[in-house]
């Protein structure tokens, strides 16, 4: 499995190969337009020469610079008008001899000054998805195939709805928060084994990246293993170990799945914490899918850590028969 560090490697790679790919089709549109109108040729050629000329008499003092810069603006505007009047002559975009990025934000280099474009996270996060294989379930655990004659129609005496109902309310919920993603809302899903929370998860997951949002999706034992291998067994690579984190902050989505099948520790509580409050000094949701309800979560974490997901987290209980079990007689 590759690293992080081997991965961004290749990305860049990526990058270079499109830049060369985009001044290669670039040369190929000049070279068919300028076969067709050679005019536009000689207009190209004059205008890489006006910065030449305008150099040498600047450098030779034989004019003023600031009248030789206006010279310059003159004959550019002149040349470049000419250009245009024979491209809409001929019904041609002047965009046909310009290069044409895959992303015009960063110009596909993957960066706007020092800050990672956009498109450079998205292929980030398509890169571990695609080597996790989260992607091929996402094929399949999507809201078009949400069944909920899965869950029983009977109502439940504890929860005053049954859990078909229910089921149908929290994917509405679920549907809601894709809709509205980026309003600060984050969700803490719960309930028994096998009730569709992880699938839910994997709903929301897919709607937001095919919406073009990063999202980084862990279980809970990933998560903290990932963490206690940077604390405790000092990664080779610190440089990586930084950008882990700084991933965990950045992702506009952060999913963690399975919270509280991990082994829990002082320090998988203390982690816990940090990147809940992070993320949410950031303003950066997170979705928390456990199979522990409200209790047990204060009892197996600490208070400071629960009250987080109890006061700042919606609430999305799911109830009912282990649907694993009922598709499994269904076949």
Aim: proline letters at 2%; glycine letters at 6%; one cysteine or more.
């Amino acid at each position: 499995m590759a690293t992080r560090t081997q991965i961004f490697r290749e990305i860049l790679r990526e990058y270079d190969g499109l830049r060369t790919q985009k001044a290669a089709e670039l040369r190929e549109r000049r070279t068919a337009v300028y076969e067709k109108l050679p005019r536009l040729a000689d207009i190209e050629r004059e205008l890489a020469l006006l910065g030449t000329k305008t150099a040498r008499l600047v450098l030779q003092g034989l004019a003023d610079p600031k009248d030789v810069l206006e010279q310059l603006k003159r004959e550019q505007k002149i040349l470049e008008q000419e250009r245009l009047k024979i491209l809409e002559a001929n019904y041609l975009s002047p965009k046909l001899l310009e290069m044409e990025y895959a992303c015009p934000k960063c110009q596909d280099t993957g960066y706007i000054g020092t800050e990672q474009c956009l498109c450079m996270k998205r292929r980030l996060m398509d890169k571990l998805y695609d080597q996790s294989n989260v992607r091929d379930m996402l094929q399949v655990e999507n809201f078009d195939n949400f069944n909920f004659s899965l869950y029983s129609a009977a109502q439940s005496k504890e929860e005053g709805i049954s859990p078909k109902v229910n089921a149908e309310k929290l994917y509405r919920r679920a549907l809601a928060f894709v809709e509205d993603f980026g309003n600060g809302a984050n969700l803490l899903i719960y309930g028994g084994t096998g009730l569709g929370k992880t699938f839910l998860c994997n709903c929301i997951a897919k709607d937001l990246l095919e919406r073009g949002h990063t999202v980084l999706y862990l279980t809970a034992g990933q998560l903290f293993r990932r963490l206690e291998e940077q604390r405790f067994h000092k990664s080779d690579d610190e440089e990586e170990s930084k950008e882990w984190d700084q991933e965990l902050l950045d992702a506009e989505l952060l999913i963690i799945d399975d919270l509280g099948t991990e082994f829990s520790t002082i320090f998988t509580a203390s982690e816990l914490f940090r990147i809940v409050n992070d993320r949410q000094l950031a303003k950066k949701a997170v979705v928390i899918s456990t199979n522990l309800g409200p209790t047990e979560l204060m009892n197996l974490y600490s208070e400071r850590v629960t009250s987080r997901f109890l006061g700042e987290f919606e609430q999305m209980k799911f109830f009912g028969d282990d649907i694993r079990i009922i598709k499994k007689y269904q076949r």
